[in-house]
């Protein structure tokens, strides 16, 4: 070997290091309102970066290699759960070699743990589309879940740092204390939605639609993930005339152009909804998504 | 030689920069849920669950690929390519086992068998068994996954169809704050039709039952990722895969004690994902460039001389709706043995979507020479449907 092969060698066989020991504990979450409230309930003894922007459907977050070291060097990561993050998370988590945030382990903190699910089916099979065999887990979009979903974070930040479980509990009911006054504040606010009727596109809406009042009669899609075809969109036009539908829950990773046909045909208005905080410049935190969506609802009723 | 030592030397530097010693044994299952719900009744908090011999079957999936073509060269027929039963599972907090088991009109195979490890420190991971070699992008590809619906000639021919071999390979995980993966392996040989690397005189002598040392195939591989903004990403790969000796060259006991071979690849994926509306839209730029370098043997099997060829693909898939995809696709390669030989195929392939679990492709193809064949037209309809375990992988995406 050359000396230029010698000393590489030796730099490679020498060469030591080792990642600084933070005084924080870095949190990978899934999507941007589970990082906001990962960031309320850690504070300042958290650094917390989302995977999703927001603006894609969770069914579809790209698989990017760039998560990868995020993973690997996290200490915990926050998801939905109830498989809601399946087409990326597991293969991600595989490749990330950080075994201390594989499922079950303590640094896997999963906001659904204490949820229970609306839709859970009956039939599991392909024949009905892309289903969430565990039930619907779409439950960030309703409010009265933020509390739960504070509940298991601060649960999640405590085990990975029993020293600070005082702080997590306080930021916490700090949170849930705001979330309570907002919620009042909404009750009054949505008063006018409760007995409306709407389709969304996917189903992917019905823990809003509970917390609103609101009768969900169908979804544009033929089944859940299955792009509808012109006899289902012909069906539902008949339905939405029929049962008087006024709203179309629009979210805003899927094409706007079905949707606007809808409106032509029915006469129900588009209201364009987040599943993920980020979606829109003004729904970047958890409040500010289900703010939005409120908003942008009553707009559209109005 | 040589070569292998400087894959090694800049593999120590980046692993030894991020060495952490921080194994420990797997902490016992964390029960996060007090109050877990049951999936048949959410209301019900307080059932228990009654024992189920199937609760640890493995996942389990089915996958059917087939094909009716019509060529110029060999008229039509509907190619029933295979039916192929996956399984997966966990074996303990350590190791996960996979196997995937083909079946094609040739009969039954095991196509993949292996063992990958779960908890290793140091983010390392080792496979054992037999899996496709970490070499390039595509070769480690199944059939049915390819963005063509036959194997092109680059992959068949220098590769060897798909990079199917038996051995282990060790991956690992820099500590980067860029993806950066590294591979090394050591195989029988690479390549599941690949007769050059037997190491027989193909008469039932040479080294049937076992080979030496630089016999073996050794494959280093270095892959990472460049961002461009959100919507766009690079992947570049660099792959290596080295016999040290070739002791048979065309079933002939080769007197060259430096008969070695050296196959190199590098891949470059360009994506465009957008993150609004990316269920309908997507595009993939796919390429792979090979060398191959290694002695050959005249017709007369009495004079060995090295030869270099060239070969590499080029695809587009372009995802316009949630029905559709299309894209066309190039292959250039030269022959191994005359490399101022060479076979140039062009094609399109638009794909049918009715989920994510079947596609439905038509593919338009020409396979020319450079020395005035009738080129030969091809035209493919290829059906491939799944049932079964739904895991999105990593490299699948």
Same mark, same amino acid.
């Given at each position: 070997m050359n000396k230029f092969l010698r000393l590489t060698f030796s730099i490679g066989l020498f060469m030591l290091g080792a990642l600084p020991a933070g005084a924080v504990l870095r949190i990978v979450a899934t999507t941007p309102d589970l990082a906001d409230v990962t960031r309320r309930v850690g504070g300042d003894l958290v650094k917390v970066e989302s995977l999703a922007k927001g603006t894609e459907d969770i069914h579809a977050v790209p698989q990017r290699p760039s998560f990868v070291p995020k993973l690997n060097q996290a200490d915990g990561v926050v998801l939905l759960g109830l498989e809601a993050e399946h087409a990326f998370l597991p293969a991600l988590l595989d490749v990330a070699q950080n075994p201390n945030i594989l499922r079950g382990r303590p640094g896997?903190?999963?906001?659904?743990?204490?949820?229970?699910?609306?839709?859970?089916?009956?039939?599991?099979?392909?024949?009905?589309?892309?289903?969430?065999?565990?039930?619907?887990?779409?439950?960030?979009?309703?409010?009265?879940?933020?509390?739960?979903?504070?509940?298991?974070?601060?649960?999640?930040?405590?085990?990975?740092?029993?020293?600070?479980?005082?702080?997590?509990?306080?930021?916490?009911?700090?949170?849930?204390?705001?979330?309570?006054?907002?919620?009042?504040?909404?009750?009054?606010?949505?008063?006018?939605?409760?007995?409306?009727?709407?389709?969304?596109?996917?189903?992917?809406?019905?823990y809003l639609a509970e917390y609103l009042g609101l009768d969900l009669v169908g979804t544009i899609e033929l089944k859940a993930g299955i792009p509808p075809t012109p006899r289902h969109l012909e069906e539902l036009v008949r339905k939405m005339k029929d049962e008087k539908a006024s709203l179309i829950l629009r979210e805003i990773q899927y094409s706007d152009d079905t949707s606007r046909w809808l409106s032509d045909q029915t006469g129900a208005k588009v209201a364009a909804v987040a599943t993920m905080g980020g979606a829109f410049p003004d729904s970047q935190t958890y409040f500010g998504m289900i703010e939005h969506n409120l908003r942008t609802i009553l707009e559209a009723l109005r | 030689m040589r070569r292998l030592y400087y894959v090694l030397s800049v593999f120590l530097i980046l692993t030894s920069s991020g060495l952490r010693a921080q194994y420990?044994?797997?902490?016992?299952?964390?029960?996060?849920?007090?109050?877990?719900?049951?999936?048949?009744?959410?209301?019900?908090?307080?059932?228990?669950?009654?024992?189920?011999?199937?609760?640890?079957?493995?996942?389990?999936?089915?996958?059917?690929?087939?094909?009716?073509?019509?060529?110029?060269?060999?008229? %039509?027929? !509907?190619?029933?390519? @295979?039916?192929?039963? =996956? /399984?997966?599972?966990?074996?303990?907090? *350590? $190791?996960?086992?996979? &196997?995937?088991?083909?079946?094609?009109?040739?009969?039954?195979?095991?196509?993949? %068998?292996? !063992?990958?490890?779960? @908890?290793?420190?140091? =983010? /390392?991971?080792?496979?054992?068994?037999? *899996? $496709?070699?970490?070499? &390039?992008?595509?070769?480690?590809?199944?059939?049915?996954?390819?963005?063509?619906?036959?194997?092109?000639?680059?992959?068949?021919?220098?590769?060897?169809?798909?990079?199917?071999?038996?051995?282990?390979?060790?991956?690992?995980?820099?500590?980067?704050?860029?993806?950066?993966?590294?591979?090394?392996?050591?195989?029988?040989?690479?390549?599941?039709?690949?007769?050059?690397?037997?190491?027989?005189?193909g008469n039932g002598g040479g080294h049937v039952n076992g080979r030496p040392l630089d016999a073996l195939t050794y494959l280093g591989r270095l892959f990472t990722y460049i961002p461009i903004g959100d919507d766009y990403g690079l992947d570049l790969g660099a792959s290596e895969a080295f016999t040290p000796r070739q002791y048979f060259v065309g079933g002939v006991r080769s007197p060259d004690p430096h008969a070695a071979r050296s196959l190199t690849g590098i891949d470059i994926t360009f994506r465009w994902l957008p993150l609004t509306e990316n269920v309908y839209r997507k595009l993939t730029w796919g390429t792979e460039i090979f060398r191959n370098d290694e002695v050959r043997a005249d017709p007369t099997a009495t004079v060995f001389n090295r030869k270099t060829a060239a070969a590499g693909y080029s695809y587009v898939d372009w995802r316009f709706s949630h029905w559709w995809s299309a894209g066309p696709f190039g292959d250039y390669t030269e022959n191994i043995d005359d490399p101022a030989s060479n076979t140039r195929t062009y094609g399109a392939v638009l794909n049918f979507f009715s989920s994510e679990f079947s596609r439905f492709r038509l593919q338009l193809s020409e396979v020319q020479d450079n020395h005035g064949h009738t080129p030969d037209d091809q035209v493919f309809l290829q059906w491939f449907l799944t049932i079964g375990s739904h895991v999105h992988v990593f490299k699948d995406r």
């Amino acid at each position: 070997m050359n000396k230029f092969l010698r000393l590489t060698f030796s730099i490679g066989l020498f060469m030591l290091g080792a990642l600084p020991a933070g005084a924080v504990l870095r949190i990978v979450a899934t999507t941007p309102d589970l990082a906001d409230v990962t960031r309320r309930v850690g504070g300042d003894l958290v650094k917390v970066e989302s995977l999703a922007k927001g603006t894609e459907d969770i069914h579809a977050v790209p698989q990017r290699p760039s998560f990868v070291p995020k993973l690997n060097q996290a200490d915990g990561v926050v998801l939905l759960g109830l498989e809601a993050e399946h087409a990326f998370l597991p293969a991600l988590l595989d490749v990330a070699q950080n075994p201390n945030i594989l499922r079950g382990r303590p640094g896997y903190i999963d906001c659904a743990e204490n949820i229970v699910p609306l839709e859970v089916p009956t039939v599991i099979s392909r024949a009905e589309g892309e289903q969430h065999p565990m039930g619907n887990p779409h439950y960030n979009t309703d409010p009265r879940k933020g509390s739960m979903i504070a509940d298991a974070i601060a649960r999640g930040l405590s085990r990975l740092d029993p020293p600070h479980t005082g702080v997590y509990a306080a930021n916490r009911d700090r949170f849930k204390k705001e979330l309570a006054s907002k919620m009042e504040e909404w009750s009054r606010l949505t008063a006018p939605i409760r007995g409306k009727k709407a389709v969304s596109y996917h189903p992917d809406m019905s823990y809003l639609a509970e917390y609103l009042g609101l009768d969900l009669v169908g979804t544009i899609e033929l089944k859940a993930g299955i792009p509808p075809t012109p006899r289902h969109l012909e069906e539902l036009v008949r339905k939405m005339k029929d049962e008087k539908a006024s709203l179309i829950l629009r979210e805003i990773q899927y094409s706007d152009d079905t949707s606007r046909w809808l409106s032509d045909q029915t006469g129900a208005k588009v209201a364009a909804v987040a599943t993920m905080g980020g979606a829109f410049p003004d729904s970047q935190t958890y409040f500010g998504m289900i703010e939005h969506n409120l908003r942008t609802i009553l707009e559209a009723l109005r | 030689m040589r070569r292998l030592y400087y894959v090694l030397s800049v593999f120590l530097i980046l692993t030894s920069s991020g060495l952490r010693a921080q194994y420990n044994a797997p902490p016992a299952q964390v029960n996060a849920s007090a109050t877990p719900f049951s999936q048949t009744n959410p209301t019900d908090m307080g059932g228990r669950a009654t024992y189920n011999p199937s609760v640890t079957n493995p996942a389990m999936g089915l996958v059917l690929d087939s094909v009716a073509g019509h060529t110029s060269k060999n008229q %039509a027929q !509907f190619d029933f390519r @295979s039916a192929e039963i =996956n /399984l997966s599972g966990a074996v303990d907090p *350590f $190791f996960n086992l996979y &196997g995937v088991f083909n079946g094609t009109p040739n009969g039954v195979a095991v196509e993949e %068998a292996f !063992f990958m490890t779960t @908890s290793l420190p140091w =983010n /390392l991971t080792v496979r054992g068994g037999r *899996f $496709f070699a970490n070499f &390039g992008r595509l070769p480690h590809w199944h059939d049915h996954e390819l963005p063509f619906v036959y194997r092109v000639n680059s992959l068949d021919q220098f590769v060897g169809a798909e990079a199917q071999s038996d051995g282990v390979e060790v991956m690992h995980l820099f500590k980067t704050p860029f993806f950066l993966q590294g591979t090394l392996g050591a195989y029988n040989d690479i390549g599941a039709n690949n007769p050059r690397l037997n190491q027989t005189d193909g008469n039932g002598g040479g080294h049937v039952n076992g080979r030496p040392l630089d016999a073996l195939t050794y494959l280093g591989r270095l892959f990472t990722y460049i961002p461009i903004g959100d919507d766009y990403g690079l992947d570049l790969g660099a792959s290596e895969a080295f016999t040290p000796r070739q002791y048979f060259v065309g079933g002939v006991r080769s007197p060259d004690p430096h008969a070695a071979r050296s196959l190199t690849g590098i891949d470059i994926t360009f994506r465009w994902l957008p993150l609004t509306e990316n269920v309908y839209r997507k595009l993939t730029w796919g390429t792979e460039i090979f060398r191959n370098d290694e002695v050959r043997a005249d017709p007369t099997a009495t004079v060995f001389n090295r030869k270099t060829a060239a070969a590499g693909y080029s695809y587009v898939d372009w995802r316009f709706s949630h029905w559709w995809s299309a894209g066309p696709f190039g292959d250039y390669t030269e022959n191994i043995d005359d490399p101022a030989s060479n076979t140039r195929t062009y094609g399109a392939v638009l794909n049918f979507f009715s989920s994510e679990f079947s596609r439905f492709r038509l593919q338009l193809s020409e396979v020319q020479d450079n020395h005035g064949h009738t080129p030969d037209d091809q035209v493919f309809l290829q059906w491939f449907l799944t049932i079964g375990s739904h895991v999105h992988v990593f490299k699948d995406r």
